[in-house]
Every structure is written in C-alpha cells, then in structure tokens.
C-alpha cells in the first residue's frame, strides 16, 4: 500500500511536470525543468528503494514470526503427545492395579477358605489320634500291644502276656503299606506261617482288629504247642 501510494505521488508530479513542459517556451525553462524531473525521479527511486528495503524486512519478520509460530506449534504438540502417552501410562497402571487387587482378594479368600479346610482337618485329626491313642492305650492294657514306627515307614506291632510263664517275653511283626496301598505284612518272631492268609483277609475285609485278634491267637498257640 505505501508504494502505491509513491507511485500515485510520482504519477502526480510527472502531470505537474508535463503541465509545466507544454506552458513553457525558452530553452533555459526547459533545461530547469529537465533537472527538476531528474531531481524528482531520482528522489522517488531512492524512497522506493528504502520502502522495498523496509518491505522486504517486514516480510522477513513474517517469516520469522511463521517459523516461531510453527516451532512453538511442534512444541505444544509434542507436550500434547507425551501427556497423552502419560494419560495412556496411567490408565494402564490402573487396570493392572485393580488386576492386582482382585487377585489379591482371591489368593486371601482361597486363602481363609484353605486355612479353614486346615484347622477343620487338624480338629479331626485330633480327635482321630485321641480315638488311635485311646485304641492304642486299650490294646496295650488288655491285648498286651505296643505299636512303634521303624524304619522305611515301617509300624511294629509287639504282643505281651502270651507266654504264661514269661509275661515281657515279646512276640512281634511288621506292617507297612506298599506301593499298591496295600497292607504288607513282614519280619515276624516267632515266624507265622498263616501270617500271609492274615495278611490277605485283612487286604479284603479291612477289618483291622479282627487281623490283630488273629495274629495274637496264634503267637499265643505257638506257646502252648
């Protein structure tokens, strides 16, 4: 707009000079106004040149101004991206924390529910070992029955009050359970031959008392034979 306006103020004193030309008429008039056109063209051309110089360093401000804008622009969108990767992080660390408490909550009820099942296990395993010792205590007082655990996961069972003549004298054997959960019957003294016929009524009837009364009846007839 400011060089428009220099030309229309150009256009203006070529009119006034070509108004002076025609309304002149001696020579000397004419080289007068020759250098003043001269003086004039001269004087625009320097102020065109000074508002080009002052247009081309707006437009070069402009320019900056667009590239700070654009670099300004590429810095909020990267703080734009990292926010919503961080959003994004802490979305993900609340899923996984909720996953975290929900298996939390399992594991404790699996774990009361365990630790129930185990004291109700341990108050029948009490009650079970005080019917055993009760059991144990009654065989040894009338039966004359000591039961020991040996070695190899071995029970001994010894028998007293066979022998009339020697009370403490001991009549023994051994009994585990075999790979098959079967009873397994062994090392008896004196030796018993009907002991494998024992041992096979008991693996089927699982009547365990009635194979200890057997046993006993025939440690005791080996005394009396």
Request: proline share 2%; hydrophobic share 35%; net charge neutral.
């Amino acid at each position: 707009m400011m060089v428009e306006d220099e030309l229309a103020l150009f256009d203006k004193s070529l009119n006034e000079f070509w108004n002076k030309f025609k309304s002149t008429d001696t020579t000397f008039q004419m080289a007068g106004l020759r250098d003043t056109y001269k003086d004039s063209l001269k004087a625009f051309a320097e102020k065109l040149s000074v508002k080009l110089k002052e247009e081309d360093r707006m437009v070069e401000m402009f320019l900056e101004y667009q590239n700070q804008i654009s670099r300004q622009n590429k810095v909020i969108q990267e703080k734009k991206d990292n926010l919503l990767k961080l959003i994004a992080e802490v979305k993900d660390k609340k899923q996984e924390l909720e996953v975290l408490t929900a298996n939390i909550q399992d594991l404790k009820e699996e774990y009361s529910r365990k630790k129930e099942t185990i004291s109700t296990a341990n108050k029948a395993n009490a009650e079970r070992l005080k019917r055993l010792q009760k059991s144990a205590d009654l065989y040894k007082d009338r039966l004359g029955l000591e039961i020991r655990k040996i070695y190899g996961e071995k029970l001994q069972f010894i028998f007293t009050n066979i022998d009339p003549k020697n009370p403490e004298s001991p009549f023994m054997f051994s009994l585990h359970l075999n790979e098959a959960r079967d009873y397994e019957v062994s090392d008896s003294a004196p030796h018993l031959e009907c002991l494998t016929e024992f041992q096979e009524n008991v693996r089927k009837t699982n009547n365990f008392s009635a194979f200890l009364a057997n046993v006993r009846k025939a440690f005791t007839a080996t005394v009396h034979n």
